[in-house]
Structure formats: structure tokens, C-alpha cells
């Protein structure tokens, strides 16, 4: 359980939950699985919507409609995932899918959060000399998908003897942006100006994924082999330091297990 002092909330704007729920919410531990492989994905169809595998910071992000690295709050937010499947009330269309997801977070998690604007740190995502070299993504989802509340695209993350492989499909620069975020010591913006979607295949060495992870991704060497600089440099981008002001989502209260389905 983590907390914060209740007459600290009214002085940053505490959030409440909306008026809006999902009718039936299923929430479950994921299956065990290969520790060199992780797979987060979002998936919906008419009446439904289905998070696999999705960290509860991920679940903030979605409920507050901000970025990964805008959600502020204990380390085990980032390793405790759940799978979700709920069930829209008749009639309601998905863009209020985030307001449910607070909701659902608020009954069965018991968050209270509220929002802080802080000066940020950021990496700037841009096009480097020579301009950008991306390949289109191959199987493209529809403009709606890819930047509504179910979010478009795939994020894998796997191990082998080349390095840590960040496979992202079918994402816009600012999709990648936020995707590669939790591997970096600091949020990374979208500023390429760079329209349409694109497949990566980002590899690192499995030494700058965890530091990436863990805080701090090595700068960049002479060499430049195994950092994420190095990685983005492949598609003709780079990464510039940068300095924002930035909405915070501060998690003041939350349980890390889920009331009974």
C-alpha cells in the first residue's frame, strides 16, 4: 500500500473517479512466463475492451489519458500486471473507455491520485542529419486505433544472443516515443514532426535495457553499440536533452491487489 497525506490532496487538485463504469470488469494475474520476453497488448472489439499483461502504471496512464513517464508513483506499479476484460454499458462509445478505467481503478484498487505540474527532464525524439530512415509499418491500423483510448501498435520485448530486441509495430514517432520511455532514464517527446505509422526493431545491449529500467541508460561512447542513442541512430534519429514543463499524475493512495471479480 502506498500513501500520502490527505490534506496534501485538496491542495494539488485530487481527482475523483467519473460518472461513467464498465458494466463488467474481470480482473486477473497474468500467466507466468518467459522471464526474456515481454508482451503488452491492448485489444478491443465492439462492447469490449481487453488489456493483457499491462502494468498498473500503464493502467494510470489509459485512466488519466497521459503518458507512461507523466504517472508518478511507487516502483511496484511498474512490475504488479493484470490482465483486464470488461464490458462497455450498452450505448456508450469508447472515448469514455479511460473515465471507466479510473473508475475501475478507484473500486477495486482504491487509487486517489491527483495532478501536479512539475519541470521535467526530457529526451527529444528528432530526425537526425541526413533525415530519418523508417520503414512503414506492414500491417498499419486504422488513424482512430492508433491514437484513441484502446491505443494501436505492439510493444515486445525479447533477449537473445544479438542483444534486447524492442519490437514495435505498427506505431506513430509518438507511440514510439512513449513506448521506449520505460527504458530510458528520461521521458522521451515526440519533436521529428514525422507523420504515418512505422516498425522498429530497436536493439540493445541487455546491460543498457536494465540500466534503462532500473535508472540511468548509458550515454552514448565513441562506439555508440548497444545504447538506445545508438539504437534510434539506425533510423536516422537521435535523442537531444531537453527541459518541459510537464502534468504530473502523482498516485497517492493504491492497493497493489484488486478487490474480488
Do not use: C
Amino acid at each position: 500500500m502506498f500513501s500520502a497525506a490527505l490534506a496534501a490532496f485538496a491542495a494539488f487538485g485530487q481527482t475523483a473517479p467519473g460518472k461513467y463504469a464498465f458494466e463488467v470488469v474481470s480482473i486477473k494475474a497474468p500467466e507466468p512466463s518467459d522471464p526474456n520476453q515481454i508482451r503488452m497488448g491492448i485489444s478491443g472489439d465492439p462492447g469490449m475492451v481487453r488489456y493483457s499483461n499491462l502494468a498498473l502504471r500503464d493502467l494510470i496512464r489509459i485512466a488519466y489519458d497521459v503518458k507512461i513517464y507523466q504517472v508518478e508513483g511507487p516502483d511496484w506499479i511498474d512490475n504488479t500486471r493484470y490482465n483486464v476484460e470488461a464490458k462497455l454499458p450498452a450505448g456508450v462509445p469508447d472515448t469514455h473507455v479511460p473515465e471507466m478505467v479510473q473508475t475501475m481503478l478507484a473500486d477495486r484498487f482504491g487509487l486517489v491520485a491527483h495532478r501536479e505540474t512539475k519541470d521535467h527532464a526530457v529526451l527529444a525524439l528528432m530526425a537526425a542529419k541526413g533525415g530519418a530512415k523508417l520503414t512503414k509499418a506492414a500491417n498499419p491500423v486504422p488513424d482512430a486505433v492508433a491514437s484513441g483510448p484502446r491505443r494501436g501498435g505492439g510493444l515486445r520485448v525479447q533477449v537473445d544472443e544479438q542483444g534486447a530486441h524492442i519490437n514495435a509495430t505498427s506505431v506513430t514517432m509518438a507511440n514510439l516515443a512513449e513506448m521506449v520511455s520505460r527504458f530510458s532514464e528520461k521521458p522521451i517527446v515526440d519533436q521529428s514532426g514525422i507523420e504515418g505509422q512505422y516498425d522498429f526493431d530497436l536493439v540493445l545491449s541487455p546491460e543498457a535495457l536494465r540500466a534503462g529500467r532500473g535508472g540511468g541508460l548509458p550515454e552514448p561512447t565513441a562506439e555508440g553499440a548497444g545504447t538506445l542513442y545508438e539504437a534510434f541512430g539506425r533510423y536516422g534519429l537521435k535523442l537531444e536533452p531537453r527541459k518541459a514543463p510537464m502534468t504530473m499524475v502523482v498516485v497517492d493512495h493504491m492497493e497493489k491487489t484488486p478487490k474480488e471479480n
